[in-house]
Nanobody, 128 residues
Framework: QVQLVESGGGLVQAGGSLRLSCAAS????????MGWFRQAPGKEREFVTA????????YYADSVKGRFTISRDNAKNTAYLQMNSLKPEDTAVYYC?????????????????????WGQGTQVTVSS
């Protein structure tokens, strides 16, 4: 079992930055692919980004590429999402997720059902 707790959300103006954290406890954090998803009101949960268990590979949704950066510190059991140049359309609840046996393929990484554990989410609101 892995417990995930997100933090760092808040209200920011368009063009601003936020850094989200996802603290993990339980099983060995380093063995899991970590992903970030988001869900805006009235919309389905969508993939944002993922990072491999060792941190050597990352993958981003086109909508955030060049603006968001995912990273992880396995010694601290924490994953991060640095969000720059935020836009109002980035407003959503952001969730981190952990997957134990994910293959590094787009169809797998971007599918929420492939992840084993989820955090409770943190709200990000970007004002125009």
């Amino acid at each position: 079992q892995v417990q995930l707790v997100e933090s760092g959300g808040g209200l920011v103006q368009a063009g601003g930055s936020l850094r989200l954290s996802c603290a993990a406890s339980g099983r060995t954090f380093s063995g899991y692919t970590m992903g970030w998803f988001r869900q805006a009101p009235g919309k389905e949960r969508e993939f944002v980004t993922a990072i491999s268990w060792g941190g050597g590979s990352t993958y981003y949704a086109d909508s955030v590429k060049g603006r968001f950066t995912i990273s992880r510190d396995n010694a601290k059991n924490t994953a991060y999402l640095q969000m720059n140049s935020l836009k109002p359309e980035d407003t959503a609840v952001y969730y981190c997720a952990a997957g134990r046996t994910l293959s590094w393929a787009k169809a797998v990484l971007t599918t929420s059902g492939r992840y084993d554990y989820w955090g409770q989410g943190t709200q990000v609101t970007v004002s125009s």
